[in-house]
């Protein structure tokens, strides 16, 4: 069964500081890989994706992720948080037959403080 | 990208009645879905909503409890039936693009008592 992991409920930063947000996945096939941000009371934001190519992806507002398909993970990441990054972070996994079907992980509350 | 909207965008229900949710998409989609996301929690799947056919729901979800329409590739309809307060959730469509990036629209946000 497919499956998707966040490990950390909540990750806390100082500002300024290089952030991580871990993801790791189960999928049968060639997985495309998602992460989204959702603000409080605002709908989900589309951040980055990993269909094919090279490993390093970059997305919106800064944010860039790793696929190593070795430990199933696509880890998001950004080289100086803001303030402004604090928000509930979402990874997700669809398989290579792209139904359009995500599967979701349990999301991850980032915390940056000045 | 595509812009979608949803109406309503929140509403407080009494228990056994019925909600109809509807998603605008700004240009033409082959396949939208419907996800719900509970308090607290993450977003699950209920069904794609396929134009032209029946929809296909995820385990644990039935077209009695949640009908959906797709009239054209523009436009769609979530109804919520029979409610009862464990369906208090968000409710979110969502398209796919080309390009394989999924949009989500701003959900509705429904509270039943």
């Known amino acids: 069964a497919q499956s998707v992991a966040q490990p950390e409920d909540q990750v806390n930063v100082a500002e300024g500081n290089p952030l991580t947000v871990k993801c790791t996945y189960s999928?049968?096939?060639?997985?495309?890989l998602f992460w989204y941000v959702q603000y409080p009371n605002r709908g989900l934001q589309f951040l980055l994706k990993?269909?094919?190519?090279?490993?390093l992806v970059k997305g919106s507002y800064g944010f860039e992720a790793e696929f190593n398909k070795s430990q199933t993970s696509f880890h998001l990441k950004k080289p100086s948080a803001l303030v402004s990054d604090s928000a509930l972070y979402f990874c997700?996994?669809?398989?290579?037959?792209?139904?359009?079907?995500?599967?979701f992980g349990q999301g991850t509350t980032l915390q940056v403080k000045p | 990208s595509a812009v979608i909207s949803q109406k309503p965008s929140r509403d407080i229900c009494q228990r056994g009645t019925s909600l109809t949710i509807q998603c605008q998409v700004d240009?033409?989609?082959?396949?939208m879905f419907w996800y719900r996301q509970q308090p607290g929690q993450s977003l699950t799947l209920i069904a794609t909503?396929?134009?032209?056919?029946?929809?296909?729901?995820e385990s644990g979800f039935v077209i009695d409890k949640f009908p959906i329409s797709r009239p054209n590739l523009t436009f769609s309809t979530l109804t919520v039936s029979n409610m009862s307060p464990e369906d208090s959730s968000i409710y979110l469509c969502?398209?796919?693009?080309?390009?394989?990036?999924?949009?989500f629209g701003p959900g509705t946000r429904l509270t039943v008592t």
């Open positions: 909503a396929n134009q032209g056919s029946e929809a296909t729901y």
């Open positions: 240009s033409q989609v082959t396949m």
């Open positions: 990993y269909i094919t190519g090279d490993n």
């Open positions: 969502s398209v796919v693009t080309p390009s394989y990036e999924q949009y």
């Open positions: 999928v049968s096939g060639n997985p495309y």
């Open positions: 997700a996994v669809s398989h290579s037959g792209n139904t359009g079907k995500l599967i």
